[in-house]
Structures are given as structure tokens and as C-alpha cells.
């Protein structure tokens, strides 16, 4: 079952949910009330994003000819996923806790970084999904709230290798969940006492790894020892995000 399949009704049931809201919220009097941050949302978000980390090889082994040798590499692409926000407000302080998972399209390789003597070697790296949880703090005026965040991240990430000529068809893939840090700062705007639209920038960091394979295709069983550096990820993210039911502790402080 794919993203889209799970997120789009999801939606539909959503913004059903925001008219019956809606009428909850407006008093019975005709006044409006006050607007409120507090309250739990569910929303999706989508994206670009950047990163930037090295391949190293410890050992001289089939990919290369000298322990220590390395090349950087850059993935970069789209993602799109889902967020899960709790808001409480107090005065002009919101602060919240906020979990989010994306699928990713990250990609990046490299012919022949390694060594002239391997010139048709090919490299790639992916990163496939990245989800963190994080802490919130923001400043609310009116429709707008300024925020930054920070927290914890994990992502998926998959390294490839490929031999050319000489020894060509020799494979070499190693899977990984990556953890490391996140923070971030964004905005958002109120259109609705129910719907959010925002927009956001994070800076994600895994912490460097080392990964132990052993090759497949054309030669299999040679050990292969990679060294995963740290990976710098930047992303811009657009964000819609609906509050889930009326904010009871906010009608009750107003009573």
C-alpha cells in the first residue's frame, strides 16, 4: 500500500471533519471567539532536500587499492510524508511535540572516484524515508505562528557499489538505519480555526557509521568494509496540517 493511498482518503475524511469543527467552534452568541493554537492536528507534508556525506574504505579490498581512500557524495530529491503535532498555548508561547515520517527520493551516484585503476566503478547512495520527533517552540501572533524545533531523526539509507572493467559485475549493497539529530524553524499561517498551511527548513544530521557486506553478482563472498560519514541533510519542506476536533480547554477558559 503506497503513501498516496493511505493519505488521500485520510484527507477527504479530514476536511469533512474541519466543517463540523468549524461550526464548534463559533459560539453560540454570533461572536467569534479568540483564536487558539492549542489543540492535536494531523497533517501531510512534501519537499526537497539536500545532503552531503563520504564513502571511505578502510581496508584495501575489491573497490579500492589503498586503505583510506574516499569520495564524497551528494543525494538529493523530493519526499513527501505525514506529521503528527500536539499543540498547548500559553499567552503568546505555543509549545508542542510533533512526530513525522516521509518516504524519500534521494538520490546520488558517482563513476570512478575511487582510484584511476577502476574508472568504470560505480557508486550510489539513496536515502529512502526519514522520520523524527521533536520538540516545539513558537510565537504566536493573530494567524501566525514563527516556530523552531528540534529533536531526533532516523533515515534509511542504502549504499551501492558496482565494478567495471577490470572484474566488471561485482556488486556490493549495504541497507541502514541511520540516527542522528534535528532542528528546524518554520512558519505557519491560520487560514481556517482548523486549517494550517506552513512552511518549513530543517537541518538533519546522522552520525557517521561503519558497514561490514560481503560482495554479490559476478564474485561473491569478498568482504567489504565502508565507512559512512556523517550525512548533512538540508530540506525546505510545505506543510498542511487540520486540527482534530475542537479545543476544549480553550472554550473552557473563556466560560
Known amino acids: 500500500m503506497t503513501f498516496r493511498s493511505i493519505a488521500f482518503p485520510f484527507l ?18 454570533g461572536e467569534t471567539l479568540p483564536l487558539s493554537w492549542s489543540g492535536f492536528y494531523a497533517g501531510i507534508h512534501g519537499g526537497f ?34 506529521q503528527l503535532l500536539l499543540n498547548r498555548q500559553f499567552g503568546s508561547v505555543v509549545m508542542g511535540v510533533e512526530g513525522a515520517y516521509g518516504n524519500a527520493t534521494m538520490r546520488a551516484d558517482r563513476l570512478g572516484p575511487v582510484t584511476a585503476a577502476f574508472p568504470e566503478d560505480r557508486f550510489k547512495t539513496s536515502i529512502d524515508n526519514i522520520a ?16 523552531a524545533k528540534g529533536g531526533y531523526a532516523s533515515a534509511d539509507v542504502a549504499h551501492h557499489a558496482l565494478s567495471g572493467p577490470p572484474g566488471e559485475g561485482v556488486e556490493a549493497t549495504i541497507e541502514a538505519r541511520q540516527s542522528g539529530r534535528a532542528v528546524g524553524a518554520g512558519a505557519e499561517y491560520m487560514i481556517t480555526p482548523t486549517i494550517i498551511l506552513g512552511l518549513e527548513y530543517q537541518f538533519i544530521k546522522l552520525e557517521a557509521e561503519r558497514h561490514s557486506t560481503a560482495t554479490t553478482g559476478a564474485l561473491v563472498g569478498v568482504p567489504t568494509n565502508i565507512d559512512s560519514d556523517d550525512i548533512a ?10 486540527k482534530l476536533g475542537a479545543d476544549n ?4 477558559n473563556l466560560k
Not at 556525506?53 to 505525514?82: C, L, M, R
Open 249 to 252: 480547554h480553550h472554550l473552557e
Open 49 to 82: 532536500g539536500k545532503s552531503s556525506t563520504h564513502w571511505g574504505f578502510p581496508f584495501a579490498e575489491y573497490y579500492n587499492t589503498e586503505p583510506g581512500q574516499s569520495f564524497a557524495i551528494d543525494p538529493k530529491g523530493s519526499f513527501v510524508g505525514g
Open 233 to 242: 541533510l538540508h530540506a525546505v519542506t510545505a506543510r498542511l496540517s487540520i
Open 12 to 29: 477527504l475524511l479530514s476536511f469533512v471533519h474541519v466543517a463540523a469543527a468549524d461550526e464548534m467552534h463559533q459560539p453560540s452568541g
Open 132 to 147: 523524527t520527533i521533536s520538540a516545539r517552540l513558537g510565537y504566536a501572533f493573530d494567524k501566525w505562528l514563527l516556530y
